[in-house]
């Protein structure tokens, strides 16, 4: 009985120092991969601070390029689009204060003006849906970087403590303040990432959400017009003109040239009362409708 008590006691703690020798092993494994991960984590967060300096230089750069020329008012361009004649729409649309993408957008449902109703309807949903889907994806990485950042920052500040306890444990200040150095400033970086990307996210998805309110408008006020111009029997063309594109040829020509997307539109003579290089365009390619 004795003998028996005595194997029971040296089998537990047999197991007893395999679950100390296990947790020891195990426990430097953890330790290897997450001290190896503290490059990595520095890398990436110098990597998210780059994005975040691109997204504001790019954000800057679309205020320039399409914020600051959105100058529609979208009573006046329906009431507008409305009263039009047929011919003088695309002279509408260039003049609407709209940025380029809606206008090209627009007059596309225009060229296609003599599809059926509701091939027509799916045509102007599928161009709204383009454009959502464009801003989203924009969008989506700037908010993706707001809270990918902070997570970085906590990991690159948590990684070097490990090192920084041990060194205070031996009295090694240096090491300790090496730590707390690495600690805090990739605490710092990810909240600056954060912010940043936060702030251009926000302030993208309010002009997003205000191009979309006007393209959705406008498109429905276009389908409205096509169809009432379909019952009056003034659509008599049976091919797809071609308005868009020569506003999207005049508009590449003047960006080459350095002179993006005017708010009046050099592509407004598509309707053939433009004048200069577009209206000479349009007179050799534009059918009159």
Same mark, same amino acid.
């Given at each position: 009985?004795?003998?028996?008590?005595?194997?029971?006691?040296?089998?537990?703690?047999?197991?007893?120092?395999?679950?100390?020798?296990?947790?020891?092993?195990?426990?430097?494994?953890?330790?290897?991969?997450?001290?190896?991960?503290?490059?990595?984590?520095?890398?990436?967060?110098?990597?998210?601070?780059?994005?975040?300096?691109?997204?504001?230089?790019?954000?800057?750069?679309?205020?320039?390029?399409?914020?600051?020329?959105?100058?529609?008012?979208?009573?006046?361009?329906?009431?507008?689009?409305?009263?039009?004649?047929?011919?003088?729409?695309?002279?509408?649309?260039?003049?609407?204060g709209?940025?380029?993408?809606?206008?090209?957008?627009?007059l596309?449902?225009?060229?296609?003006?003599?599809?059926?109703?509701?091939?027509?309807?799916?045509?102007?949903r599928?161009?709204?849906?383009?454009?959502?889907?464009?801003?989203?994806?924009?969008?989506?990485?700037?908010?993706?970087?707001?809270?990918?950042?902070?997570?970085?920052?906590?990991?690159?500040?948590?990684?070097?403590?490990?090192?920084?306890?041990? /060194?205070? !444990?031996?009295?090694?200040?240096? =090491?300790? @303040? *090496?730590?707390? +150095?690495?600690?805090?400033?990739?605490?710092?970086?990810?909240?600056?990432?954060?912010?940043?990307?936060?702030l251009?996210?926000?302030?993208?998805?309010?002009w997003?959400?205000?191009?979309?309110?006007?393209?959705?408008?406008a498109?429905?006020?276009?389908?409205?017009?096509?169809?009432?111009?379909?019952?009056?029997?003034?659509?008599?063309?049976?091919?797809?003109?071609?308005?868009?594109?020569?506003?999207?040829?005049?508009?590449?020509?003047?960006?080459?040239?350095?002179?993006?997307?005017?708010?009046?539109?050099? /592509?407004? !003579?598509?309707?053939?009362?433009? =004048?200069? @290089? *577009?209206?000479? +365009?349009?007179?050799?390619?534009?059918?009159?409708?």
């Amino acid at each position: 009985m004795r003998g028996t008590v005595l194997l029971n006691a040296f089998w537990k703690g047999l197991k007893l120092v395999e679950i100390s020798v296990a947790q020891s092993y195990l426990g430097d494994i953890l330790h290897i991969i997450s001290q190896a991960m503290l490059v990595p984590v520095i890398a990436a967060l110098i990597l998210l601070i780059a994005y975040a300096l691109f997204s504001v230089g790019s954000l800057f750069s679309e205020y320039m390029s399409e914020r600051r020329k959105f100058k529609a008012v979208m009573p006046k361009f329906l009431a507008d689009l409305t009263a039009a004649e047929q011919a003088d729409i695309p002279d509408v649309i260039n003049n609407s204060g709209l940025i380029s993408r809606q206008k090209t957008a627009l007059l596309t449902v225009y060229d296609y003006r003599m599809l059926p109703s509701d091939t027509l309807v799916g045509l102007t949903r599928r161009l709204v849906t383009e454009e959502a889907a464009r801003y989203e994806k924009i969008r989506s990485r700037n908010s993706m970087a707001a809270r990918i950042s902070p997570m970085v920052g906590l990991m690159g500040t948590l990684i070097p403590l490990g090192p920084g306890i041990d /060194a205070l !444990g031996r009295a090694d200040t240096a =090491a300790l @303040s *090496a730590s707390l +150095l690495i600690a805090f400033d990739t605490t710092v970086a990810g909240l600056i990432v954060a912010a940043v990307c936060l702030l251009v996210a926000r302030t993208r998805g309010r002009w997003y959400d205000d191009y979309m309110s006007a393209l959705d408008t406008a498109m429905g006020s276009m389908v409205e017009k096509i169809e009432k111009m379909r019952e009056s029997g003034e659509i008599l063309t049976e091919t797809p003109s071609n308005y868009a594109f020569v506003f999207e040829l005049t508009r590449g020509q003047r960006v080459r040239a350095g002179g993006i997307d005017s708010a009046s539109g050099s /592509a407004a !003579g598509a309707s053939g009362g433009g =004048a200069g @290089s *577009a209206g000479a +365009l349009d007179s050799q390619v534009l059918p009159r409708v």
